[in-house]
């Protein structure tokens, strides 16, 4: 502990702590002692809440750089992709095959990036509409199940669990 700046209250705090036989502490020496320790304690409660208000502080810039930065992992993967594609418009050979082999190495990076970035497809042909994970666009008469998928304009997408674009559908609906 820090030193008391009260050279009194240290001197009758060291009479109190060690009185003379038979001395009686007096009301005086006593609430010089209750001084001294309220002091202290205030010195304690406002290091106390110092220490509190740094650490909710760095937490809440911890949480600022987090989200600032959660994507960097993500990025870095689309990186190789875009190297890829820059690549691929810059060939002048005119062979369609190794450009076809190309565009699909690098479709297999992108997939590769979004399963690390636990990006994965909605694609709900067959399965019961749910408004959740598809947006239905139309209906179209057919002998599926009525609100089922029977084709998909566009595939959805999930991060993790939580929906990232619903996929856009057309439900079949009972035939007249």
Known sequence: MQENQN?????VLEQVANPAEGAVVSDAERVAQLEVELAEMKEQFLRAKAE???QRRRGVEEVAKAQKFAI??????LIAVK???EMALQDQSGQFENLKFGVDLTLKQLLAAFEKGQISE???LGEKLDPHRHQAISTEESDA????VVRVMQKGYLIADRVLRPAMVVVAKAKC
């Open 122 to 124: 909605i694609n709900p």
């Open 7 to 11: 050279p009194q209250a240290e001197e």
């Open 72 to 77: 960097e992992k993500f990025a870095s993967e």
């Open 83 to 85: 190297d890829s594609l």
């Open 52 to 54: 509190t208000e740094n």
């Open 145 to 148: 199940e009525p609100n089922s």
